[in-house]
């Protein structure tokens, strides 16, 4: 919660950045109208888990499953005034596990740090840049060099060249291959190697 806090409180420039970006995009422009939500209640699970292997949705329900997440866990914002401000920041938590997915990064601390630098390189908001900075400090010397040399300069890369990840329609996309997404927004094929 205090981690959904520091997001909140922190990101007075960052949101109303990555809002803009969604308003000139399409299907970001979209989003915002219509304002999705990623949530139990608006899930076919049952449909997703009967999907092929390889396409997001399929993907996105294996990674809850295999993690034992939900995204029913990410709290609503409480810190932001603006309506439209708020749909932003509770739309980056809900899609969250989506970067996971796409990134092919677990849920323990070397896989949260490769997220927080895409995260962090993506929106710009404070509280990904000092998850990205200070994760590592409890991580091992051997992690740490996996980190350095193959993890985090792969998550620059790719949170530089791919388009914003708020622009995408999810729930309209969970047909699509994996593969396809990622060369789509941008997103360079995950390290070989073990996290």
Request: aromatic share 8%; charged share 25%.
């Amino acid at each position: 919660d205090m981690v959904a806090v520091l997001g909140e409180t922190t990101g007075c420039l960052a949101l109303p950045n990555l809002r803009d970006k969604m308003k000139h995009h399409p299907e970001g422009y979209r989003i915002l109208q219509e304002r999705p939500r990623i949530r139990l209640s608006t899930l076919d699970m049952a449909r997703l888990q009967g999907l092929p292997d390889g396409v997001l949705g399929r993907e996105y329900v294996r990674f809850l499953e295999e993690n034992k997440v939900s995204p029913d866990t990410r709290m609503p914002p409480k810190f932001v005034d603006d309506e439209e401000l708020a749909y932003v920041i509770q739309r980056y938590r809900e899609v969250h596990d989506l970067m996971h997915t796409l990134l092919g990064m677990p849920t323990n601390m070397l896989g949260e740090i490769v997220v927080k630098w895409f995260e962090a390189i993506q929106t710009g908001l404070p509280m990904c840049v000092l998850g990205a900075a200070f994760g590592p400090v409890r991580l091992s010397a051997q992690k740490l060099r996996v980190l350095a040399t193959e993890l985090v300069p792969w998550a620059i890369r790719s949170g530089r060249n791919a388009s914003c990840v708020l622009n995408i329609y999810y729930e309209q996309r969970w047909e699509q291959p994996v593969e396809s997404l990622r060369e789509e927004i941008g997103i360079f094929p995950p390290p070989a190697v073990r996290v």
